[in-house]
């Protein structure tokens, strides 16, 4: 068993460069340690501290991470992940209750870091489609986040993911240092 596995999915590599900033900043072993796509994913690793990550599509995750989230007993687990639109706490705070929803009981969840992540030109050219169509207003506002996100994410972004990995490597170890 692993102390530490870092499991993403990622459809455009936004995820994808958040898992590999968490598993850079777990100092440890690499025998410790993982870092594994989803689809890769066949259940045979175990690990003492989970960090689950996916891409958000209507403020949720995949099935794929929905059945990992949801097999998961007796476990440390943490949620990370990408979405390009909706760049608020409140929002952020949403996406985790969805997630948390699949997570048993039984296990220690220990917080979430959600970001904005690039979407798709396709994305994109859809909603330009739409001008004309429907409130022309409400098009403007979508392709302004979809713009704001563009660029994300960023290297404040990852250094943001890198500390709060720090901050809960720290209360997994207090966490566990309680219960021995």
């Not at 692993?2 to 900033?21: D, I, P, Q």
């Not at 687990?77 to 699949?102: I, M, P």
Request: with cysteine; proline share 1%; charged share 25%.
């Amino acid at each position: 068993m692993k102390k530490y596995l870092v499991v993403y999915a990622s459809e455009t590599g936004n995820t994808l460069m958040l898992a590999k900033e968490i598993y850079n900043a777990i100092n440890c072993p690499k025998d410790d340690k993982g870092l594994v796509d989803i689809r890769a994913w066949n259940g045979t690793l175990d690990a003492e501290l989970y960090f689950i990550g996916f891409w958000v599509n209507r403020g949720s995750c995949s099935l794929e991470i929905i059945d990992l989230i949801s097999s998961l007993h007796g476990k440390n687990v943490v949620f990370f992940g990408t979405c390009g639109l909706g760049d608020s706490y409140e929002y952020h705070k949403v996406l985790e209750q969805n997630a948390r929803a699949w997570l048993a009981a039984d296990n220690n969840f220990l917080g979430s870091f959600f970001c904005l992540g690039k979407m798709r030109s396709e994305i994109r050219n859809k909603y330009e489609s739409l001008r004309g169509t429907c409130e022309d207003v409400q098009i403007e506002i979508m392709l302004s986040m979809l713009d704001d996100a563009s660029s994300h994410p960023d290297n404040r972004d990852l250094l943001q993911i890198r500390l709060f990995t720090d901050e809960v490597l720290v209360k997994s170890e207090n966490y566990t240092a309680a219960y021995i």
